[in-house]
């Protein structure tokens, strides 16, 4: 079992920067792909960027890329997402997620099997 809380959210102008912290407990952290998906209401989970567990291998987003940075810590079993040139189309309740295949750094939500609780983001316009 695997339990993940995402914290950082808040609201922002666009322009601006956040960086989202999830912190993960229960099994093995560091052996394990971590990834960010974000999800508007009535919409679909849409991923967002994906780490292998050794921090080399990266995932992103085409609408993120060059903009959002997916980093890792092991020894504090934390993943960040930096954020940075936030747009308004960025608002969503962002989610961490760990993968049924732990090298796995699919953009199909369908492939995780553990989801933190989710954190808000909202960038004003």
């Known amino acids: 079992q695997v339990q993940l809380a995402e914290s950082g959210g808040g609201l922002v102008q666009a322009g601006g920067s956040l960086r989202l912290s999830c912190a993960a407990s229960?099994?093995?952290?560091?052996?394990?792909?971590m990834a960010w998906f974000r999800q508007v209401s009535g919409n679909e989970r849409e991923f967002v960027a994906a780490?292998?567990?050794?921090?080399?291998?990266?995932n992103y987003a085409d609408s993120v890329k060059d903009r959002f940075t997916i980093s890792r810590d092991n020894t504090k079993n934390a993943v960040y997402l930096q954020m940075n040139s936030l747009k308004p189309e960025d608002t969503a309740v962002y989610f961490c997620?760990?993968?049924?295949?732990?090298?796995?750094?699919?953009?199909?939500?369908?492939?995780?099997?553990?989801w933190g609780q989710g954190t808000q983001v909202t960038v004003s316009s």
């Open positions: 229960g099994r093995t952290f560091s052996d394990r792909a």
């Open positions: 780490i292998q567990w050794s921090g080399r291998t990266t």
């Open positions: 997620a760990t993968p049924r295949n732990p090298w796995d750094i699919t953009p199909d939500p369908a492939r995780y099997n553990y």
